[in-house]
């Protein structure tokens, strides 16, 4: 059977001539050097590639030979790759609505696009890693490793009251603020180590602890002091959420999670709430981190307690598969890459408070 791109030399001919003007117009109009116009350029050559493909019956192999004759036509211009166009065809074909591929996914560089094309199947987690990674301000190596260990099935998945003690809309949000599991790969404490040690490792590695939490935490102390009835008492960690707008009090456990942690997290939110609270704070809420849980002892023992309180795991890196351990980043390679990274405006400014 004949190649029906070799027996149409024509269409051929006036389909690259199309694609070069492409490229001149998006290189007069932003110079390529836009990130939307290139991703822009990058899914318009890969929707009339698909398109091309599957209406004229050409080969996979017209990619090679649209790779060579576009780098004869510009050879001083990148991305024209053979693989790079493949990836345009594949980008094409994963946001087929161009409006929906404008909105979020043009607005991140397009190797986080590739990562995300590389690493998942549907386009709802497509899209979903695509706005977070626009929202937070992700590089790359981020992106993926937020990919890796599974975000996009951990947001939202901490066991809480908030339905019932917390107001619209902010008990969605602070549903979809909390995870389960936490992950706390750039740990490297033993399976026996004490509350003390879980949490000085978290502040020794306090932008990697941020960065997992998620944005708008703002980092306010640990061991942080309240005094009721003369008697100082000590909260775990301290933060203040910049968009929810009230205190969060997280609460570590070393072990499984037990009826009594409720009743001691449910104490310390009560105390932050009359003592730190202001008349613009939304109420404060509580989070118990912890080795284990089981979901039903969580559920009923935050069923008559009338403070926002949710219950989460966290996994350290001996806790994950050895497939993932070997996908992860070392901590000084994740630390490397953070310090790039500014943390929130707030926790600077906040955290020598307690």
């Known amino acids: 059977m004949s190649d029906p791109l070799l027996s149409s030399p024509a269409t051929y001919d006036d389909f690259l001539k199309n694609l070069k003007e492409q490229i001149r117009r998006a290189q007069v109009k932003a110079a390529l050097a836009v990130n939307q116009e290139l991703i822009l350029l990058y899914w318009q050559i890969g929707q009339d590639i698909s398109l091309k493909i599957k209406r004229e019956g050409w080969g996979a192999k017209v990619i090679s030979r ?28 994963a946001y087929p609505d161009r409006e929906i591929m404008q909105r979020v996914a043009a607005q991140i560089p397009w190797r986080h696009n590739q990562a995300i094309l590389d690493k998942l199947k549907t386009i709802e987690e497509r899209l979903w890693y695509a706005q977070k990674s626009l929202e937070n301000g992700w590089s790359r190596d981020i ?12 947001i939202g998945g901490a066991v809480t009251n908030f339905e019932r003690t917390l107001p619209q809309p902010q008990s969605d949000l602070a549903r979809e603020l909390l995870k389960d599991p936490y992950c706390f790969e750039f740990l490297t404490i033993s399976e026996n180590a004490q509350e003390r040690e879980l949490e000085q490792g978290l502040i020794e590695h306090i932008k990697e602890f941020l960065l997992e939490l998620g944005l708008g935490f703002a980092f306010l102390g640990s061991q942080y002091p309240i005094v009721v009835d003369s008697k100082e008492y000590r909260i775990d960690l301290l933060f203040y959420h910049v968009k929810l707008h009230c205190y969060i009090v997280i609460d570590l456990k070393i072990g499984e999670f037990t009826p009594s942690h409720s009743g001691q997290l449910n104490f310390y939110v009560s105390a932050v709430d009359n003592l730190l609270r202001t008349e613009g704070d939304n109420r404060t809420i509580g989070l118990i981190l912890c080795r284990s849980k089981g979901d039903t002892t969580v559920e009923y023992s935050l069923q008559d307690v009338h403070k926002p309180i949710g219950v989460s795991t966290y996994r350290l890196r001996d806790d994950l598969p050895d497939s993932l351990k070997e996908s992860l980043p070392s901590t000084s390679q994740l630390e490397m890459e953070l310090s790039t990274l500014p943390l929130d405006v707030h926790s600077d400014a906040s955290s020598n408070e307690a």
Request: proline share 2%; aromatic share 10%.
């Open 66 to 93: 649209l790779a060579k004759d576009l780098k004869a036509a510009f050879p001083d211009l990148g991305g024209l790759s053979q693989r790079n166009l493949q990836y345009m065809r594949s980008f094409a074909e």
């Open 143 to 154: 992106l993926v490793l937020q990919i890796e260990t599974n975000l996009y099935q951990r």
